[in-house]
Protein backbone atom coordinates (compact mmCIF):
# COMPACT_ATOMS: atom_id res chain seq x y z
CA UNK A 1 0.00 0.00 0.00
CA UNK A 2 1.31 3.29 -0.86
CA UNK A 3 1.53 6.06 1.65
CA UNK A 4 2.62 9.55 1.66
CA UNK A 5 2.50 11.19 4.70
CA UNK A 6 3.37 14.99 5.36
CA UNK A 7 3.84 16.27 8.56
CA UNK A 8 5.23 19.88 9.90
CA UNK A 9 2.73 21.81 8.77
CA UNK A 10 1.62 24.65 10.68
CA UNK A 11 0.84 28.74 12.03
CA UNK A 12 3.59 31.21 11.67
CA UNK A 13 4.72 34.65 11.75
CA UNK A 14 6.26 36.77 8.51
CA UNK A 15 9.93 35.64 8.56
CA UNK A 16 9.60 32.47 10.70
CA UNK A 17 11.12 28.95 9.60
CA UNK A 18 9.46 25.33 9.14
CA UNK A 19 10.42 22.13 8.32
CA UNK A 20 7.86 19.87 6.37
CA UNK A 21 8.43 16.55 6.08
CA UNK A 22 6.95 13.53 3.83
CA UNK A 23 7.39 10.04 4.99
CA UNK A 24 6.78 7.23 2.32
CA UNK A 25 5.83 3.82 2.15
CA UNK A 26 5.04 0.95 0.00
CA UNK A 27 7.26 1.71 -3.42
CA UNK A 28 10.97 2.06 -4.15
CA UNK A 29 11.23 5.63 -3.00
CA UNK A 30 14.81 5.87 -4.13
CA UNK A 31 13.49 5.25 -7.84
CA UNK A 32 11.63 8.60 -8.07
CA UNK A 33 11.21 12.18 -8.44
CA UNK A 34 9.64 13.86 -5.74
CA UNK A 35 8.22 16.90 -5.39
CA UNK A 36 6.35 19.17 -3.29
CA UNK A 37 3.36 21.48 -4.68
CA UNK A 38 0.79 23.69 -3.01
CA UNK A 39 -2.08 24.64 -3.59
CA UNK A 40 -4.48 27.96 -1.66
CA UNK A 41 -8.57 27.02 -2.24
CA UNK A 42 -9.90 27.95 -5.27
CA UNK A 43 -6.48 28.32 -6.74
CA UNK A 44 -4.64 26.14 -9.00
CA UNK A 45 -1.90 23.69 -7.70
CA UNK A 46 1.61 25.46 -7.82
CA UNK A 47 4.84 23.27 -8.17
CA UNK A 48 7.16 24.54 -5.39
CA UNK A 49 10.31 21.95 -5.86
CA UNK A 50 11.59 18.68 -7.15
CA UNK A 51 14.14 16.47 -6.37
CA UNK A 52 15.38 13.37 -8.50
CA UNK A 53 16.22 9.73 -6.99
CA UNK A 54 19.83 10.37 -5.62
CA UNK A 55 19.20 14.36 -4.91
CA UNK A 56 22.02 15.53 -7.33
CA UNK A 57 19.57 17.78 -9.02
CA UNK A 58 16.94 20.31 -7.77
CA UNK A 59 14.65 22.60 -8.72
CA UNK A 60 12.60 25.18 -7.30
CA UNK A 61 10.42 28.04 -8.62
CA UNK A 62 10.64 31.51 -8.76
CA UNK A 63 8.35 32.36 -5.65
CA UNK A 64 10.55 30.45 -3.02
CA UNK A 65 14.01 29.94 -4.52
CA UNK A 66 16.89 31.29 -2.39
CA UNK A 67 14.13 30.42 0.61
CA UNK A 68 13.16 27.10 0.43
CA UNK A 69 15.65 23.68 0.68
CA UNK A 70 14.53 20.66 -0.54
CA UNK A 71 16.12 16.84 0.26
CA UNK A 72 15.48 13.79 0.87
CA UNK A 73 16.98 10.77 2.87
CA UNK A 74 16.48 7.55 0.84
CA UNK A 75 17.20 5.24 3.95
CA UNK A 76 14.72 6.72 5.73
CA UNK A 77 12.31 7.38 2.36
CA UNK A 78 11.61 10.91 3.49
CA UNK A 79 11.25 13.94 1.74
CA UNK A 80 12.11 17.32 3.10
CA UNK A 81 11.43 20.80 2.36
CA UNK A 82 12.80 23.50 4.61
CA UNK A 83 11.31 26.65 4.31
CA UNK A 84 12.89 29.81 5.81
CA UNK A 85 11.83 33.80 5.24
CA UNK A 86 7.95 33.03 4.83
CA UNK A 87 6.03 35.16 3.78
CA UNK A 88 2.07 35.66 3.99
CA UNK A 89 1.84 34.31 0.35
CA UNK A 90 3.50 30.89 1.09
CA UNK A 91 0.57 30.21 3.07
CA UNK A 92 -1.25 26.89 1.24
CA UNK A 93 -1.68 23.41 1.77
CA UNK A 94 1.95 21.57 0.72
CA UNK A 95 1.28 18.21 -0.68
CA UNK A 96 4.57 15.82 -1.63
CA UNK A 97 4.33 13.53 -5.07
CA UNK A 98 6.04 11.26 -6.73
CA UNK A 99 6.75 10.72 -10.28
CA UNK A 100 8.77 7.73 -11.41
CA UNK A 101 9.73 9.37 -14.79
CA UNK A 102 10.75 13.21 -14.78
CA UNK A 103 8.82 13.17 -18.43
CA UNK A 104 5.69 11.91 -17.16
CA UNK A 105 2.92 14.78 -17.11
CA UNK A 106 0.53 13.31 -13.98
CA UNK A 107 1.79 12.14 -10.90
CA UNK A 108 2.10 8.50 -9.42
CA UNK A 109 1.26 9.48 -5.67
CA UNK A 110 0.97 12.23 -3.57
CA UNK A 111 -0.22 12.89 -0.29
CA UNK A 112 -3.10 14.03 1.33
CA UNK A 113 -1.57 17.54 2.50
CA UNK A 114 -0.59 19.92 5.70
CA UNK A 115 -1.45 23.41 6.04
CA UNK A 116 1.37 25.87 6.11
CA UNK A 117 -0.35 29.47 7.39
CA UNK A 118 2.10 32.42 7.56
CA UNK A 119 0.49 35.72 9.12
CA UNK A 120 2.11 39.19 10.49
Known amino acids: QVQLVESGGSSVHTGGSLRLSCAASGFEFAWYWMYWVRQVPGKDVEWVSNINGDGQVLSYSDAVKGRFTISRDNAKKILYLQMDRLKSEDTAVYFC?????????????RGQGTQVTVSS
Open 97 to 109: AAKRYYVNSDYDY
